[in-house]
């Protein structure tokens, strides 16, 4: 194995904080924090992309 992990793991932890955020934004009652958290979520997967390419840090074969 090489320093190839290194960037898969980050990847899966962005994908992972913006699932996280997805799912408080499902339990949240206020409406601007339910669109804040979506948001968020939405610019972290978007990093974890440019970053580190689509897919990438899964073992999914979605």
Same mark, same amino acid.
């Given at each position: 194995?090489?320093?190839?992990s290194?960037?898969?793991? !980050?990847?899966?932890?962005? +994908?992972? /904080? &913006? ?10 009652? $206020? %409406? ?7 948001? !968020?979520a939405?610019?972290? +997967?978007? /990093? &974890? ?10 073992? $999914? %074969?979605?």
């Amino acid at each position: 194995m090489s320093g190839d992990s290194q960037p898969s793991m !980050r990847a899966q932890q962005m +994908r992972d /904080k &913006a699932q996280e955020l997805e799912q408080a934004a499902q339990h949240a009652t $206020d %409406p601007a924090e339910r669109q804040r958290l979506k948001d !968020r979520a939405m610019r972290i +997967r978007e /990093k &974890a992309e440019q970053e580190y390419g689509r897919g990438s840090g899964t073992m $999914d %074969p979605m």
